[in-house]
């Protein structure tokens, strides 16, 4: 695959990895496609339970989001936990808040591991209108009071304590949030599946599948035919092109990020370190990497074209929240297709052998390692936490292949432009 948005920061201080050479058998219990971080916690925790695995990844380990994303460890889903309690009441609320808050699997791995991921703790959602932090308020009190989860309430007027910008009517800073290197996490998962025996074949793409009449499934690949008892598809945007009934359940939005050049005032702009998104519709969302660079997200395009210079379409959002550094040098500028669903939720299912987890609409950092483990945990017969996440509501996009995407970007550009107005 060649990529024109691949001039990244985390490419450019990617740790060296490359997959062993294979020479084995094309037969295993488990092919997984796709070398996200979905595809890879899976193929980790499958070899883990003792199947023979081999992922089939048709660029490079971290080609898609998780090798290109803000890097912002946010727990939960991109409902609030009171909505999920509200929508399906308190036992189901109980399940998702242990696995998706309470569980934090990606710190696991990165501790069991020693992955080398500049991991750092603390997450602030910050209020774009103090109606926005009134909710804030009101469902970090819900947290605490319901699940004894305590994160820590900042006014407007100490928001400085955190963030160098006059713009935010307040926020919650989570200590159990963070942020990462995601392309050196997702290495390191590859290095840790590697050494519990998963072959992984890069730049080799998965065309098709096939039911084999011994309910097992032949993957053509563009090099070989891979035989599996069971399949896991974690390719995320590019689902629908081997499963086009399940490429209706999303759409592909493009984001895109920058990385300045190392900044002397650095630690004044974000004095505590902690990842922060804001609370508008297309949201901005920043972090400082470990070499003292402002990552800033910002904007959204509803075309797949990538805007021709990157760090132009993104700088007016920096420089909007941070004025002091409005002409500062940028070194990187790239971007990625975030797959969203209708309700943002994350769509998982089981269909016959062939797993899947893909639609984490932008919330993924966290919950993508979550999934892998879930599933490998259902193949392994233990079904009731991936039924959790696998219980969530979903329904595909109206509109058929042609006009799926018009349609959607409809509803988003409404809601982008009641963010405008206020
Ligand atoms: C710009 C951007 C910023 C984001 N920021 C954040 C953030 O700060 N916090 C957060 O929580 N989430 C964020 N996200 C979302 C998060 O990155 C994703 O939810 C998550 O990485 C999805 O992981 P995945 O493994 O499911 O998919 P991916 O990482 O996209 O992996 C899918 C893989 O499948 C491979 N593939 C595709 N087709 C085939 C095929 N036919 N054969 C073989 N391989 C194939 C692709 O090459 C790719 O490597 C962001 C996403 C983007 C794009």
Request: aromatic share 10%.
């Amino acid at each position: 695959m060649t990529d024109p948005l691949a001039n990244s920061y985390y490419a450019a201080t990617a740790h060296p990895w490359r997959p062993r050479a294979f020479e084995g058998d094309l037969e295993c219990d488990v092919a997984v496609i796709g070398g996200g971080f979905t595809g890879l916690s899976a193929a980790l925790a499958c070899a883990e339970r003792g199947f023979s695995v081999i992922l089939v990844e048709a660029a490079s380990i971290g080609f898609g989001a998780s090798g290109r994303n803000g890097g912002q460890l946010i727990p939960g889903l991109r409902w609030t936990a009171s909505e999920l309690e509200e929508e399906f009441g308190s036992e189901r609320a109980d399940a998702l808040f242990d696995l998706c808050w309470r569980d934090n699997r990606v710190k696991a791995r990165i501790e069991k591991h020693g992955i080398d991921c500049d991991l750092k703790a603390g997450h602030l959602e910050a209020a774009w209108t103090p109606g926005d932090f009134d909710a804030m308020k009101r469902e970090a009190d819900y947290l605490d009071t319901r699940f004894g989860y305590a994160s820590d309430v900042i006014a407007k007027a100490d928001m400085a304590a955190h963030i160098a910008s006059p713009l935010y009517h307040g926020g919650i800073h989570d200590p159990q949030g963070g942020h990462f290197h995601p392309l050196n996490y997702a290495i390191g998962l590859a290095k840790a599946a590697e050494a519990m025996g998963v072959c992984i074949l890069e730049d080799e793409r998965v065309e098709r599948i096939v039911d084999l009449s011994d309910g097992s499934s032949g993957l053509f690949t563009t090099q070989d035919i891979i035989e599996a008892r069971y399949v896991i598809n974690a390719t995320d945007s590019w689902i629908g092109e081997i499963e086009p009934d399940l490429g209706r359940y999303t759409v592909p939005i493009m984001n895109y990020n920058i990385a300045t050049a190392p900044l002397a005032n650095a630690d004044t702009l974000l004095p505590t370190d902690a990842a922060v998104a804001d609370s508008r519709f297309v949201l901005n969302y920043f972090r400082l990497s470990a070499d003292k660079r402002l990552i800033f997200g910002g904007g959204e395009r509803y075309s797949q074209t990538p805007p021709r210079d990157i760090a132009a379409f993104v700088r007016p959002f920096m420089a909007e929240v941070f004025p002091q550094i409005a002409d500062a040098k940028i070194d990187y500028g790239w971007g990625g297709a975030v797959a969203v669903t209708m309700n943002r939720l994350p769509h998982i299912g089981r269909r016959g052998n062939i797993f899947f987890a893909h639609g984490f609409s932008g919330h993924g950092a966290l919950v993508t390692t979550l999934a892998g483990e879930l599933i490998a945990e259902a193949m392994a017969g233990t079904v009731e936490r991936f039924d959790i996440l696998a219980g969530l509501p979903s329904r595909p996009f109206p509109g058929g292949k042609w006009l799926r995407r018009p349609l959607a970007t409809l509803g988003l550009l409404y809601y982008a432009m009641k963010d405008k107005l206020g």
